[in-house]
């Protein structure tokens, strides 16, 4: 599966964004996803948020837990990422990933990453 991560942008502190997820092919819809975002500074990607193939059960990373919210359209093959009171530091580049692993808390538990999309938060 390849994936497309979009609706990156420049956003004040407090307001919304959504990203997308679109992946192609058609096992999309029998796989977990998740959502890490990598920060400046640091090597290891962040887990942010993850979702069961079925969309049924979800995970968020604590310091995001009450403000994101991730969703998936298997009809469409995209997954989504609603993030709300945006803070500067979630700041970062944001990849989505397909689960082949254990964990949803580790990045090594994801492949078939995207390219990213850039999330800024200005204070």
């Known amino acids: 599966v390849r994936l497309e991560e979009s609706g990156g942008g420049l956003v004040q502190a407090g307001t919304s964004l959504t990203l997308s997820c679109g992946a192609s092919?058609?096992?999309?819809?029998?796989?977990?996803m998740g959502w890490f975002r990598q920060v400046p500074g640091q090597t290891q990607r962040e887990f942010v948020a993850?979702?069961?193939?079925?969309?049924?059960?979800?995970y968020y990373a604590d310091s995001v837990k009450g403000r994101f919210t991730v969703a998936r359209d298997n009809a469409k093959n995209t997954v989504y990422l609603q993030m709300n009171s945006l803070k500067p530091e979630d700041t970062g580049v944001y990849y989505c990933?397909?689960?082949?692993?254990?964990?949803?808390?580790?990045?090594?538990?994801?492949?078939?990453w995207g390219q990213g999309t850039q999330v800024t938060v200005s204070s």
């Open positions: 993850g979702i069961r193939w079925s969309g049924g059960t979800t």
């Open positions: 092919g058609d096992t999309f819809s029998s796989y977990s």
């Open positions: 990933g397909v689960r082949i692993g254990a964990s949803y808390y580790y990045s090594e538990s994801f492949g078939s």
